[in-house]
């Protein structure tokens, strides 16, 4: 089995700060969550979303959904990166280094 590049392999991270102030504001913010995760986005922390895609173009694909749910209020950001460029992520717990996370192995479904 041939593994996917990490070179053509897209991470996709979505950033936002949404207001809660009104019951309003807090179901837009809740609609808007669920709606990402209903797209394969994970928590990575507290109102950033990633989700991983195979290609630049399943990416975009992705990117187009997320533009689609954007809230009237708000703002969000959108980054895509390669896979090479998010395993070059470092990641700590106060001023402790995690461990990485072993490299998984792409399956591909026919």
């Not at 990575?44 to 689609?68: G, M, T």
């Not at 708000?74 to 717990?93: A, P, R």
């Amino acid at each position: 089995m041939q593994r996917i590049s990490e070179y053509r392999a897209m991470w996709i991270l979505v950033f936002f700060d949404l207001p809660t102030e009104t019951k309003q504001e807090r179901r837009e913010y809740a609609l808007f969550r669920k709606r990402l995760m209903a797209d394969g986005f994970t928590m990575f922390q507290f109102s950033i979303y990633l989700r991983h895609c195979a290609s630049r173009e399943n990416a975009d694909v992705h990117v187009k959904r997320v533009k689609k749910l954007l809230p009237k209020k708000g703002y969000i950001g959108i980054l895509s990166i390669t896979d090479k460029q998010f395993g070059n992520m470092e990641l700590f717990i106060g001023k402790k280094e995690t461990a990485s996370q072993p490299e998984g192995q792409q399956l591909e479904l026919f």
